[in-house]
C-alpha cells in the first residue's frame, strides 16, 4: 500500500536529482519516507537519496518497492504547476501508479525492480578534504571550464587552505580559487582528483543553487557532494568516479 | 615484447627515404593522368556507346536530395574490373598512393543526376546502378554518353578518389547480374530497418565495402525510407552502425589484463593502438605534419585534432576527425571481438608529409585492422605506455594531454574504489 501527497515542486525536485545519470530505477516506498540509489550503466556516477515522510503533504505506505520510467513520470509531474499538489496512490494488483492532479489523471505503467540494474553499494571512501560550497559556486566553476575542456580538476591546497578548480583545453585554461573566506566551511587535507566534465554538468542541474553542498575530496578518488533537498526533508549524495593518471 | 624494446625495433630513417620517393613518384602520376586521357579520347572516339564493367557506383552529395549518381566502370576493357573496386585487397596487396590515383583515374564516372528517392526503381539509369551494386562481382553495362569526359581528379578525406566522369543518357545491362543470397533477402524484405539489415550483411560476411555500396544504391531499410546515400555518408554510416553492433556485444564481456601497444605504417599515415584493462572507452587522435594534406593552419606546425567516446558511445558525429574516426573505431572493435574483450583504446595517427594525396579513409581502417598483426609492446600501465611513446610522437606529451581526453585521464568506475 502506497499512498502520498506531494507538491509538484519537491516531486519535481527529487526526481531530476535522479535521471540526470539513470532512465529508470527503483524506489524504496519505507514507513519514514523513499530512497532511491542508482548509478549509471557505466558505474561512474552514482546517487543515493532520500526524502522523509514529513516532506509530504500526506505519506501512507507499508513498504514496498516499485521500478519507474523516470522521464515518464518527470512529463506527468511537469503538467502541475509548482505549487500544485501530486497525488500517488499505488494499485498492488495491476502494479500501476495512479496519479491525480487537479483533476487529471495519469495511470504509469510500473516497471519490474528485478528488470532495473541491481543497486550499488556504497563505496566506504575515507577522503581527507571536505569543502562545504555554495550550488551557485559549483555552476560557476563547472560553467567556466566547460568553455576550454572536457573535464576538470577539483583539489584542495592544505597549506595555502583553499579549494581549487582548473581545466585545461587545447589551448585554453580556466583555474578558480576559493578560500576560507569565500567558503561556508573548510577541513584541509591534500586532494586533487580530475573529472569528467558530462557528468559533473549533468549533476550540476540538479544542485540546488543556494544549496550548501559538502563536497569530500581525495589524491585520485571519487568526489562525494551531499545536499538537502525539500527543505531539509530530502538529502541526496551524488559520488563521482575521477578520471586517473596513476592506472 | 617490452614497450621499451618495442620501441627500438622501430626506424624512423625507413620513413624519411620512402618520403623521397613519394615526391619522385607524383611526377608519374601526371604523366599517368595523361595517358588515361588519351585512352580515353581513343576508347569514346565517334560514337558515345561505351560498353564497360563496373565494379562499383558513387553517389554524390552535392545539391542533395538530387545527387549527381554514377557507374565507375574502368576506362581499360582489357583490365580486371575487380581491381578498380575500393577494398580491403588493396592494403594486402601493398598499394601505394599512387597505385590507388593510377587505379581510380582509369574509371570513368558515368553520371547522371537522380532523385534520392529511390524505392521501387529498377528500370532506367538508377535501376542499373542499383543492379550493379549489389551484384558480387563486375557486371557488363552498356552506356549512352552525353558528350565528352571531363577529366578531373577529385579527392575528400573520407570516399575513395575518383577520376573522370562524363554524364550519361542512359546505362543497360549487358549480363543478368550475379546477386548473393543474403543481399537478396535484405533487398526483398522491406520491413527490415537499415541497421539490421547491415549487420545481418557484416555477419553473412560481406565486409563494409560490399555493404557501403548496397546501402548506397539505396537497397536497404525499410520500403518508404530507400535512398539513394551519397557514398562519403554512407561510408560512414556503415563504419558507425557496424561498430555499434560489435561494441553493444562486448559490453558485458570482461576486460583485456594487459597494456599493449601495435603499430603500423601505411601511405604516410602512421598508427599507434594502446588497448588498456578496463571499460569500454575510445579515443582516436590525429597528428598532421605541416605538409600533409588536409593541415589547415601548416604555420602552426603539427595539427591535431581528436574525438572520444565513452563506455555509453556517442551521439554527435566526430566534427575534427569525420570518418577517419568511425574506420579506425571498426578495425579496433574487431580486434576485440576476436578476443571477446572490452578495453579501453588510444589510437594515435600520425599523418607524415609523405600523405601527399588523400586515398580515402579505407586505408584508415586497414591500416588499424593490420596493426594487430605485428608485434605488441606491452606496458605496465596506460600513462607509462604513453610516456614511453611520447618521444616517438611528433608533438610533446604536454599537447597530447590537452587533445585527448584518455591521456588526461583514464575513467575509473565506483566498483575501483
Redesign the interface.
Known sequence: MFNAIVSADTLRTTLDSVSVLVDECKIHLNEDGIEIRA????????VDLSLSAEAFESYETDGGLIGVNLSRLEDIAGMAGSDQLVHLELDEETRKLHIQIDGLEYTLALIDPDSIRQE?DL?D?DLPANVVIEGRDIDRAVKAADMVS??IALGVDDADELFYVDA????DDVHFELDREDLIDLTPGNARS?F?L?YLKDMNKAIPKDAEVSMELGEE??VKMHFDIAEGQGKVTF?L??????? | MRLDEFIEDFERDEAAERRRLAKEKSYAITDHLEDVQRQLDETLQGDALFGSTAPEIFVGRTNYPRVSTGLLSPVDHEADATEFATSGAWYQQGLGIDDVLQRRTGLLNSRRSANVDVNDVWDGFVGVQREVAIADRPVDVEVGLDGKPDFDLDADSVRTPTGPSATAERADLAENPHVPRPVEKTLEDDEWQAEGAMNYLYQRGFDVYDINNILSAGALGRGENRRLVPTRWSITAVDDTVSKFIRGGLRNQASVDEVSVWTNEYVGNRYWVVLAPGQWEFEFVEMKAPESVWNPRPEGGYYMSSAYESYEGRTGYVEETAGAYYAARLGVLEHLRDRNRQAKCLVLREITNDYWAPVGVWQVREGIRHAFEGERGVAETFHGAIRQLSPHLPVTFDRLRRKSNLVAGVQTSLGDF
Do not use: C, K, W, Y
Open positions: 548509478v549509471d550503466p557505466a558505474n561512474v556516477g552514482m550499488p563505496p571512501l572536457d573535464h585545461e583545453g587545447d589551448t580530475l569528467s558530462d578518488f571519487p559520488m568516479a575521477p578520471r586517473i593518471q596513476s592506472d
